[in-house]
């Protein structure tokens, strides 16, 4: 839930049965940061995991309970990534905001507008989803150079590196 829906560890622990709309494909998060409300969507396969969690599970009003049918605390829930690390062999330090911020990363680098990452986070600022954006390296490289564009349809001029034999090309010191 914190990865596939982006949620923060508060979100997740105050999360209730009655904000999963499986008609709708919709997480709603109530009490958020700021004591806001958003939506999230609610993807196929997530929905399929919690459809079945609720099946074995039987939550009443939370949908994730502690042990004993107590709450989960923040610190239960940094102790269970924490484990599931060690036991994955990863090396990187992982939190919970961990896989937020991944969701966040992984849907700029699929092309989704920073807007709508916004508003799926919750975020009343662009500014603050904004610091997701730096990360998102892969399709800013791919991104193709002006002057690549121009010299490719200018005359079918085309340039070898270090080859001297290329058609020439006016350079100037500017």
Known sequence: MLYGGGLRIGELLSLRVANIDFDRMEITIHMGKGNKWHTVALGEKLAQLIENYILEYSPKDLLFYGQQGREYTATSV???I???VQKSGIKKRVTPHTFRHSYATHL???GVDL???QLLLGHSRPETTQIYTHVTKNELL???SPFDSMIEK???IQLKRGARNSKNVLL???
Do not use: M
Request: hydrophobic fraction near 30%; proline fraction near 0%.
């Open 142 to 144: 791919k991104v193709q």
């Open 154 to 156: 200018g005359n079918n």
């Open 108 to 110: 700029l680098d699929q």
């Open 82 to 84: 924490k484990r599931a």
């Open 172 to 174: 100037s010191r500017v």
């Open 115 to 117: 807007r709508y990452v």
């Open 78 to 80: 940094r102790s269970i």
